[in-house]
């Protein structure tokens, strides 16, 4: 090996490139070294000078520091609605952000207590195992625990980062990739990353209420790239999530027989569902049959089109909040000045804008604060405790609060 800076990390360097969706190639053109240079990088074969060392954290948007750092365990491969090969560097692009999610949840975890992780236990190791009936009992079982009754869920991202799950929601560019979610064994809980790109608040949180009925029926399922397999685990997630959303009885109690556009038009925005949403629920409940399901789907794309529909706008996106304030909890104790969050992660500020769900610029003129995490201070004891109604602190290192 050559000498340079020895203690860049290889899988560092390819957790960013993904995250960036640069390919070697690129990196390359962009730090001025040739190509098989960055995949010497990579390999672990050789190393970069200082000055070039520099120059590539500069590129990537990291701190020089953040590529030396030992890289965390990976969370769980995470199921994908669309498994075509040539979306393979969206794949990977989006499962770096959700390493780098994990990464900025453990280093803020030093400071502040998570909800409890809150979610129905199944032990499924086969999608065959799992019926119609074990889905509708898993979904009521979750609201169950979340306190939701069986009416509609006002706010279902603000349920699911109560029982605990990290929700990412951003911008991907990845059209066809809606949504993903993992098991963080680091921290015991799991992680969601959501599209932003369509802005349609009714289908983010049927989005939302799949993923979560991934997290439950499928986390001791393997991973398979087989077609019917896949699919079969998909529709046991879109069943999970209509049964979430759309609880039998309430839900098939106010809707009109027949069913028809008008009135689940009506009920849209009662339920906070998509209209496609309910006729395939009505169907799952035996409200329609196969042909009437046919028949008002083709009315549907014939008055509307098939993907936009009346009312979208009515509903504003439901925006992740847990992260967001746990940095505002920090910044507002006075625990750690705003701009020094981003030095510690070792990522761009508008990286941790995006994946905390920050408004623009935020590190560089912090706004009102707003309590949701719980902060944690050290105790001469090695324990910890709660803080709750206590003046601001001083200004202090985040090494001095780390365990």
């Given amino acids: 090996m050559t000498k340079g800076i020895n203690d860049l990390q290889p899988a560092r360097l390819e957790q960013a490139l993904a ?20 995949t010497k990088w990579c390999k672990g074969d050789q190393s970069p000078e200082a000055e070039t060392f520099d120059r590539l954290a500069s590129v990537l948007n990291v701190l020089p520091e953040w590529l030396t750092r030992a890289p965390l365990p990976a969370v769980s491969t995470p199921l994908y609605r669309s498994n075509a090969s040539a979306l393979k560097a969206a794949r990977s ?26 979610l129905p236990v199944r032990e499924f190791l086969d ?4 019926s119609n009936a074990d889905i509708e009992a ?24 109560s029982a605990g799950i ?8 990845i059209s066809a990739i809606e949504g993903l979610s993992s098991w963080s064994a680091l921290l015991g809980r799991p992680i969601v990353v959501l599209s932003a790109d369509k802005a349609n608040a009714f289908r983010s949180r049927f989005d939302l209420a799949h993923e979560i009925g991934h997290l439950i029926l499928h986390k001791h399922i393997p991973r398979a790239d087989e077609r019917d397999r896949y699919n079969q685990m998909e529709k046991q997630a879109h069943r999970f999530a209509a049964a979430l959303l759309l609880p039998a009885e309430t839900f098939a109690g106010e809707v009109r027989v027949p069913p028809s556009l008008d009135n689940l038009l009506i009920l849209k925005q009662r339920w906070g569902a998509s209209v496609a949403a309910m006729m395939m629920r009505c169907h799952a409940l035996g409200l329609l049959n196969d042909d009437e399901k046919l028949a008002l789907f083709k009315r549907r794309s014939a008055r ?3 993907k936009a529909e009346p009312g979208d706008d009515k509903w504003a996106p439901e925006s992740p909040r847990l992260l967001r304030r746990t ?25 941790v804008e995006k994946l905390c769900h920050l408004r623009d610029n935020y590190f560089s003129s912090p706004g009102e604060v707003v309590e949701l995490a719980t902060l944690r201070i050290a105790r001469e004891d090695g324990q910890s405790t709660r803080r709750a109604d206590s003046p601001l602190a001083s200004v202090v290192p985040f090494a001095k609060y780390r365990k």
Avoid: F, M
């Fill in 19 to 38: 995250a960036r969706g640069l390919t070697k190639g690129q990196l390359a053109s962009l730090v001025g070294v040739a190509a098989p240079t960055v």
């Fill in 166 to 173: 990290l929700i990412v929601r951003e911008e991907t560019e």
């Fill in 127 to 130: 999608p065959e195992q799992i």
């Fill in 304 to 306: 509307w089109g098939s």
């Fill in 327 to 351: 940095v505002e909890l920090l910044v507002g104790e006075g625990i750690v000045p705003a701009e020094g969050i981003p030095r510690h992660l070792g990522i761009g500020p508008r990286d």
């Fill in 93 to 118: 692009k989006l499962e770096a952000r959700t390493e780098w999610t994990q990464e900025v949840a453990y280093l803020l975890e030093d400071y502040v207590d998570y909800p409890v992780v809150n």
């Fill in 138 to 161: 898993a979904a009521e079982e979750c609201r169950s625990l979340w306190q939701l009754g069986r009416g509609p869920i006002q706010n279902l991202a603000l349920a699911a980062e």
